[in-house]
């Protein structure tokens, strides 16, 4: 009897550990996954999620998943769709693993995606400018009597026409047709006082901000919408994978930093650096110019103008995009050219490098542009966004009826459509995607513009 008893124990305890080891792998099998050694990422060409400047893969959203990927020791696959529903059917189909660009958290889309990483909330807002003496809209009733512009067909028209339905009438809403002005446009003109007022989204608000120090957009006029990346259903383990990793100390501080980058630091510097051309001298580098300008054939003083306009020849510039110096080199250019980090800033250096990237930029636009001195001017815009954008714009110049191999009122002019969806969403004229044009197009205009100046005042 007694052995039967200790038998059934026996058995009993066996049961118990069996049953305990078989729940045990199970639970480990349903949560335990191992990440891909090449993470699958699909994203949208936007100023937040993903765009290339100066050859450099940039934007909120890419940058905080490359960031996760190269923690994590695995190969970033990125493709960009060309639009938010191709988006969620990339994932849907498994031909990505995760989406990095702000979806919606909605009903529409709850059932396809998983929402995971940085949640951001949006709402749209009213873009007003800030005047001395004038006061600010606070309140939606303020509008009534106002004129405020949208792009038409957009969320933006259908906001303010329910909310002049609710006020009962009296907000002046102008139209206009997102193929001649969009969003960047409508934003610029409130700050150079063109338009009045604006609606647009407020991440897209804050990224503009940084251009114009002149605005307001701290006026809501909508509720907030949540937003985050996403996977299918089915990877809900790689969504707890990202959200682990987003929670440490680490990616905090580096979402912060990011934050900052895009959203906070002025993309436009004032200048503290006033010339004034005395003594029939442009900088205390002049020297330098000299030197390498001759080095390829270029007048010393317009590749002067560029270091005034890149840096006001402030040698310990650092740009919100990590350019450097006088000349404003990006670390990766400088390793191409065999310049390290501990010179990047000493003026010579710095210059010397800068010529190098200049020949390099006039060898690449020869065959597409054969005046050498029409060549300039692509060349000192490609210095400033990188080639690709140019390239591209010389594209949509030959396709929308311009003179490709002139760059004022015809590929300039063809570069700011880089910013228009039409535009930069069609691979087979725009390979490289979005592309913030109206800083090139300024550019290049700054340069020329201090250049003249400079012919006039300094001996060659």
Request: hydrophobic share 35%; with cysteine; glycine share 4%.
């Amino acid at each position: 009897m007694r052995r039967t008893a200790i038998a059934a124990v026996i058995a009993f305890l066996l049961l118990m550990l069996h049953t305990t080891s078989c729940n045990s792998s199970k639970t480990s099998g349903q949560t335990e996954h191992q990440l891909p050694d090449t993470l699958r990422v699909a994203t949208l060409y936007s100023p937040l999620s993903y765009f290339i400047f100066r050859d450099e893969e940039m934007g909120y959203d890419y940058s905080l998943i490359k960031s996760f990927a190269d923690e994590k020791g695995l190969v970033l696959d990125l493709v960009v769709a060309p639009g938010m529903e191709k988006m969620i059917e990339m994932l849907d189909s498994g031909i990505v693993d995760i989406a990095a660009c702000e979806i919606p958290v909605t009903s529409e889309y709850k059932q396809k995606v998983v929402a995971c990483g940085p949640e951001n909330y949006t709402s749209q807002v009213l873009v007003q400018p800030k005047k001395q003496g004038e006061e600010l809209i606070t309140d939606v009733t303020q509008l009534v009597g106002k004129d405020v512009w949208v792009e038409r067909n957009s969320k933006y028209q259908s906001r303010m026409e329910h909310l002049n339905d609710e006020l009962g009438g009296g907000i002046n809403i102008h139209i206009v047709d997102r193929d001649t002005l969009i969003t960047e446009d409508l934003i610029e003109m409130v700050s150079n006082g063109t338009i009045p007022l604006t609606v647009v989204d407020s991440d897209i608000a804050r990224i503009n901000k940084t251009y114009f120090k002149d605005l307001d957009i701290t006026m809501e006029l909508s509720f907030q919408q949540r937003q985050a990346w996403g996977v299918a259903p089915d990877k809900k383990w790689l969504a707890d994978s990202v959200d682990a990793w987003f929670e440490t100390e680490q990616s905090q501080q580096r979402n912060a930093q990011l934050l900052k980058r895009y959203f906070e630091l002025s993309k436009n510097d004032d200048n503290p650096y006033p010339i004034s051309f005395e003594n029939g001298t442009i900088s205390s580098y002049d020297n330098f110019f000299k030197k390498y300008a001759a080095q390829i054939d270029w007048d010393w003083r317009l590749m002067a103008a560029q270091g005034f306009t890149e840096s006001h020849f402030n040698p310990n510039a650092v740009s919100w995009a990590g350019a450097r110096g006088i000349m404003q080199i990006m670390p990766s250019t400088a390793r191409a050219n065999g310049l390290s980090m501990n010179k990047i800033t000493q003026p010579e250096p710095n210059i010397s490098t800068a010529a190098k990237v200049i020949k390099t930029l006039d060898k690449a636009f020869t065959d597409k542009v054969p005046d050498p001195e029409e060549r300039k001017k692509f060349v000192i815009a490609a210095y400033n966004s990188g080639p690709a954008h140019i390239y591209d714009a010389i594209n949509i110049a030959r396709v929308t009826g311009k003179n490709p191999q002139v760059w004022d009122g015809n590929v300039a002019e063809a570069l700011l459509m880089k910013s228009n969806p039409k535009y930069y969403n069609n691979r087979s004229i725009c390979k490289y995607g979005y592309f913030r044009g109206k800083q090139t197009y300024a550019y290049v205009r700054e340069v020329y513009k201090f250049y003249e100046k400079a012919k006039q005042k300094v001996q060659i």
